[in-house]
């Protein structure tokens, strides 16, 4: 029972460089979500998606872009990283609203941009 | 946009007292879910407990136990009999839970020590 999977771990990118993080849940759960967080500042949603094919922007979305071609998958892409974008990565899922509801969150990606 | 705010951004607590932490949050929806999450050095977010708003008795979770006044958009958590490994960062947060508006918005946390 993996729940929610963030490779990889840690990351150090050259400003300009790309990279794509990618989240995976095997709990069959419809949304899922990116935040980033930042000393002080909490979670901020970057982007989401409420299913299959589907995406949203969230508080933070510049510079990101995202992609849920599978359900259980949803990859978050910096096309040209900044050192603004030096921060820890959370992904989560969850299933639509009801009994129990709550969110399920991966481990968490430290990303340092020089 | 709903705002979930948590104004002391540090506390401390001796062990074995009991310590509440303050959230308030602003909304204009009358059916939502409000939590508090943990999150100790090793940067897992665990859900502490959870809160639906149609529900007027406070949730509580063994040690855990929140406070929520929803007239004046209150939620309290309330940690009693504190032990050393409740030191953490927690994090209040809110979500409408209706489809596209199932996000979560979070307060910029605060940090717990627990004095031995």
């Known amino acids: 029972n993996a729940g929610v999977t963030q490779t990889p771990k840690f990351r150090v990118l050259k400003t300009g460089q790309s990279m794509t993080l990618l989240c995976a849940q095997d709990m069959n759960h419809e949304y899922m979500y990116w935040y980033r967080q930042d000393p002080g500042m909490g979670l901020r949603l970057i982007h989401y998606?409420?299913?299959?094919?589907?995406?949203a922007k969230g508080e933070v979305p510049d510079g990101y872009n995202v992609s849920r071609l599978k359900k259980q998958n949803f990859l978050l892409g910096l096309e040209s990283a900044a050192p603004s974008q030096t921060s820890v990565y959370f992904c989560?899922?969850?299933?639509?609203?009801?009994?129990?509801?709550?969110?399920?969150f991966g481990s968490g990606t430290r990303l340092t941009v020089v | 946009a709903q705002t979930v705010t948590q104004s002391q951004p540090e506390m401390s607590v001796q062990e074995a007292e009991t310590v509440t932490l303050s959230c308030t949050y602003d909304t204009s929806e009358s059916d939502y879910y409000l939590f508090w999450y943990k999150q100790p050095p090793s940067r897992q977010m665990i859900l502490v407990i959870r809160?639906?708003?149609?529900?007027?008795q406070n949730a509580t979770e063994n040690r855990f136990s929140v406070n929520f006044q929803k007239a004046a958009k209150s939620f309290s958590l309330k940690i009693s009999d504190s032990q050393l490994g409740d030191a953490a960062m927690y994090f209040c947060a809110y979500t409408e839970a209706t489809g596209a508006n199932s996000k979560l918005t979070f307060g910029k946390g605060i940090t717990l020590s627990v004095r031995p």
């Open positions: 989560a899922s969850s299933f639509t609203p009801g009994v129990n509801y709550g969110y399920t």
């Open positions: 998606s409420v299913g299959e094919g589907t995406t």
């Open positions: 809160q639906e708003a149609y529900k007027q």
